[in-house]
């Protein structure tokens, strides 16, 4: 059992039940993932944005552009440091968040209770881990 | 801790890893993993990369298209099925293949010294099941 082919295999279904989900709203899956990370902050910073869903800053950007040519997220500078800016949800988008929750916490419930509290913390040490693992080979070796 | 971020972190972290490695040969990432898929079985068909890699036959017939452009497959309609190709890796792909199926051993040993059988084997079980509960997701519900 490769692991690694395991996890896209997860990611990829993830992503395309979050895409069908998010599309009767008219959204993206990763548009809907954004909003709800927002929305549980109140206020964000691009960078947060970026370390958060682990995306590069130029990544970022364009999510960011689109969100808000799309009237679901505004952005402002931050006082005292032009590089950062400040993002919030929309009145709009507000309201999506709350729906966005309830899918996000039925899947997260149907794990938990599927699952005990040690399996759980087995899953997440060995995500961190092969999340690690690959965070170290990117840096030094080119082959 | 939510799981569904956790995988996508994940994902993204392995992709990025393989991409940069996968790039010192002129490669992507996707494509060394179908190579390594091919170079497993010495001859699959179209159908079971779109199983394997859990992607769509328009992605897949893409995938391969550009992979055969640049002399890594070879493609061939099966005899008796016109809507069956194999796929075989060329000479140069069968040569990668040796180099990627090293790269991809180095990190499931990390996992599995790192952890125990029976963590190992929870972690497969649960990322199953979250790969089926995304699948059930997926097909009758719009919200």
Same mark, same amino acid.
């Given at each position: 059992?490769?692991?690694?082919?395991?996890?896209?295999?997860?990611?990829?279904?993830?992503?395309?039940?979050?895409?069908?989900?998010?599309?009767?709203?008219?959204?993206?899956?990763?548009?809907?993932?954004?909003?709800?990370?927002?929305?549980?902050?109140?206020?964000?910073?691009?960078?947060?944005?970026?370390? $958060?869903?682990?995306?590069?800053?130029?990544?970022?950007?364009?999510?960011?552009?689109?969100?808000?040519?799309?009237?679901?997220?505004?952005?402002?500078?931050?006082?005292?440091?032009?590089?950062?800016?400040?993002?919030?949800?929309?009145?709009?988008?507000?309201?999506?968040?709350?729906?966005?929750?309830?899918?996000?916490?039925?899947?997260?419930?149907?794990?938990?209770? $599927?699952?005990?509290?040690? $399996?759980?913390?087995?899953?997440?040490?060995?995500?961190?881990?092969?999340?690690?693992?690959?965070?170290?080979?990117?840096?030094?070796?080119?082959?």
């Amino acid at each position: 059992m490769n692991y690694g082919k395991l996890v896209k295999q997860a990611c990829n279904q993830m992503n395309r039940a979050m895409d069908e989900y998010a599309r009767a709203s008219g959204l993206t899956g990763t548009q809907m993932s954004i909003i709800d990370f927002i929305g549980s902050k109140s206020v964000v910073l691009q960078r947060d944005i970026e370390a $958060e869903f682990n995306i590069q800053r130029s990544t970022a950007s364009v999510l960011l552009q689109r969100m808000e040519a799309r009237a679901l997220v505004t952005r402002q500078t931050v006082a005292g440091d032009a590089r950062q800016k400040e993002v919030r949800l929309t009145p709009k988008a507000e309201r999506l968040h709350e729906m966005v929750a309830v899918y996000i916490a039925k899947q997260q419930n149907a794990m938990t209770s $599927e699952f005990t509290p040690a $399996e759980c913390a087995t899953f997440v040490r060995m995500l961190q881990y092969f999340i690690q693992l690959n965070h170290d080979e990117q840096a030094p070796s080119e082959p």
